[in-house]
């Protein structure tokens, strides 16, 4: 079985980096594609970029001069970094598997970790 | 960036009820049509991938259909713990991107 858990500090205080890691259980992160998705608070779900099982990434274009996203194959997890954080980035955030087989679809999430970014 | 439309915003249904939910995108996108189900303080949950195919342990009551831009989403018979939130999202192109979501509650 699958399973995602993401860590990472909770409180970033302004113009920080935002840093988060997905650990991977029950898969080998090079055989997959893994992305990392947010919600702010009463907003829908933001797309924030995968990262190939390969280890090349694609982000969304709002975010792509701050963001990265990438591999820890010995450690078998992925990370989200954010720079320059401002309040507009407090939101919970989610990493989940894109499988290729099933037209690219997020089958399998993690339960989401919550930052809030303020000073 | 390919939009995603979802309609309506919101509804309230009775347990029992067929209940259609609609997405549309701003430009084509084959199969590449996904949706989930998002309950407050939960992780999303895949519900139905490539536009029609139903996620492994997904009740019967949950199908869709749909290709190019004009999907749906149906279920069948309102089940009290169908509540919460339902996205579409497009796995077409970068970015991907989802809908603003459709809020289904249970009168």
């Known amino acids: 079985q699958v399973q995602l858990h993401e860590s990472g500090p909770g409180l970033v205080k302004p113009s920080e980096t935002l840093a988060l890691t997905c650990i991977v259980s029950g898969a080998s992160i090079s055989d997959y594609y893994w992305t990392w998705v947010r919600q702010s608070p009463g907003k829908g779900l933001e797309w924030i970029g995968y990262?190939?099982?390969?280890?090349?990434?694609k982000y969304s274009p709002s975010l792509e001069s701050r963001v990265t996203i990438s591999l820890d194959t010995s450690r078998n997890q992925f990370s989200l970094r954010l720079t320059s954080a401002t309040a507009a980035d407090t939101a919970a955030y989610y990493c989940?598997?894109?499988?290729?087989?099933?037209?690219?679809?997020?089958?399998?999430w993690g339960q989401g970790t919550t930052v809030t970014v303020s000073s | 960036d390919i939009q995603m439309t979802q309609s309506p915003s919101s509804l309230s249904a009775c347990v029992g009820d067929r209940v259609t939910l609609t997405c549309r995108a701003s430009r084509t996108i084959g199969n590449y049509l996904n949706w989930y189900q998002h309950k407050a303080g939960k992780a999303p949950k895949l519900l139905i991938y490539g536009a029609s195919s139903l996620q492994s342990g997904v009740p019967s009551r949950f199908s869709a259909s749909g290709s190019g831009t004009d999907f749906t989403l149906t279920i069948g018979s309102l089940q009290p713990d169908d509540f919460g939130i339902y996205y579409c999202?497009?796995?077409?192109?970068?970015?991907?991107?989802f809908g603003q979501g459709t809020e289904v509650e249970i009168k």
């Open positions: 990262v190939s099982d390969g280890g090349s990434a």
């Open positions: 999202h497009q796995s077409h192109s970068v970015p991907y991107t």
């Open positions: 989940a598997r894109l499988f290729g087989a099933y037209f690219y679809a997020l089958d399998v």
